[in-house]
């Protein structure tokens, strides 16, 4: 499976190449690959989220614990990568906006969501939405406000979607089953 992230301005595309490893830059305009970013040390790119000029990549092959996410800017030559300390099993879900990143564990069951504040020294673990606590197994999509300030989530199971405030990490509505 793979991903595209746009650029606010809409001229640059960038999508997840998972079997080579790489994730393309692309010219709108054109349709061109202007450029491939490597990312051998981070295999299976499968999910984007680009936040300005920083792009969180999720990546892993899965089952084997070595899942994870990385960012980098875009606007540099010579990307440098940041990882973040988490160890997955598969390659994690990611949403930026505002101050926020998100990131969601998939393949297992209970799913966790992990929020992050994005500070000028990277991103900071502001704290986890326990999938175990909640209940909620199977995690298919997150998504995150434009101010970072909700995440939704859409769970396999319960069947539902919830809106979450990014900052206590308190479910704020559910819509769907049972709500």
Same mark, same amino acid.
């Given at each position: !499976?793979g991903d595209l992230a746009l650029t606010a301005d809409g001229t640059r595309l960038y999508a997840t190449?998972?079997? %080579?490893?790489?994730?393309?830059?692309?010219?709108?305009?054109?349709?061109?690959?202007?450029? *491939?970013?490597?990312?051998?040390?981070?295999?299976?790119?499968?999910?984007?989220?680009?936040? =300005?000029?920083?792009?969180?990549?999720?990546?892993g092959c899965g089952g084997d614990w070595k899942a994870g996410v990385v960012g980098f800017d875009v606007?540099?030559?010579?990307?440098?990568? @940041?990882?973040? /300390?988490?160890?997955?099993? @598969? @390659?994690?879900?990611?949403?930026?906006? =505002?101050?926020?990143?998100?990131?969601?564990?998939?393949?297992?069951?209970? %799913?966790?969501?992990?929020?992050?504040?994005?500070?000028?020294? #990277?991103?900071? !673990? *502001?704290?986890?939405?326990?999938?175990?606590?909640? *209940?909620? /197994?199977?995690l298919q999509d997150i998504s995150i406000t434009a101010d970072g300030s909700t995440v939704f989530s859409?769970?396999?199971?319960?069947?539902?979607?919830?809106?979450?405030?990014?900052?206590?990490?308190?479910?704020? *509505? /559910?819509?769907?089953? #049972?709500?």
């Amino acid at each position: !499976m793979g991903d595209l992230a746009l650029t606010a301005d809409g001229t640059r595309l960038y999508a997840t190449l998972r079997g %080579s490893n790489q994730v393309a830059e692309i010219d709108t305009g054109s349709l061109t690959v202007i450029r *491939r970013i490597p990312l051998n040390a981070y295999p299976c790119p499968s999910h984007l989220a680009l936040l =300005g000029t920083r792009l969180y990549v999720g990546y892993g092959c899965g089952g084997d614990w070595k899942a994870g996410v990385v960012g980098f800017d875009v606007s540099a030559a010579e990307p440098e990568f @940041a990882t973040l /300390s988490l160890e997955l099993d @598969a @390659a994690p879900l990611v949403a930026a906006a =505002g101050q926020k990143l998100v990131v969601g564990e998939t393949v297992i069951s209970p %799913s966790d969501i992990f929020v992050y504040d994005l500070t000028d020294t #990277g991103p900071t !673990m *502001r704290g986890i939405i326990n999938g175990n606590t909640h *209940r909620l /197994s199977n995690l298919q999509d997150i998504s995150i406000t434009a101010d970072g300030s909700t995440v939704f989530s859409a769970f396999g199971a319960p069947y539902r979607f919830d809106a979450w405030d990014t900052t206590g990490l308190t479910l704020v *509505r /559910s819509y769907g089953e #049972g709500s």
